[in-house]
């Protein structure tokens, strides 16, 4: 299995973008997450969804991000409303399922800014 990350952008404060993580390979038994870091800070996490459909979010994101999958497409989808100056920075998506290597998409770059 390996990781496309896509659909960053440049946007406005306020608006939204879609992230798509395409699981190549066939990937329904991962979980998943995305992280992202910000120039000069800490890779760190954004959301995640099981491959049971439980999701989490970092605290700064809840009600604003909402992380789905469509195992059809073998794709994960973060999509991101009220984007703030905050949110910008490089988008990984990270796949992992017990007893096999974790796996790490290439990143897309997301940034918000007037």
């Known amino acids: 299995v390996q990781l496309q990350a896509s659909g960053g952008g440049l946007v406005q404060p306020g608006e939204s973008l879609k992230l798509s993580c395409e699981l190549s390979?066939?990937?329904?038994?991962?979980?998943v997450a995305w992280f992202r870091q910000a120039p000069g800070k800490e890779r760190e996490f954004v959301a995640s969804?099981?491959?049971?459909?439980?999701?989490n979010y970092v605290d700064s994101v809840k009600g604003r991000f909402t992380i789905s999958r469509d195992n059809g497409q073998n794709t994960v989808y973060l999509q991101m409303n009220s984007l703030k100056e905050g949110d910008t920075g490089v988008y990984y998506c990270?796949?992992?399922?017990?007893?096999?290597?974790?796996?790490w998409g290439q990143g897309t770059q997301v940034t918000v800014s007037s």
């Open positions: 990270h796949a992992g399922r017990p007893g096999w290597p974790v796996l």
């Open positions: 390979g066939g990937g329904s038994y991962y979980a």
């Open positions: 969804i099981t491959s049971t459909f439980v999701t």
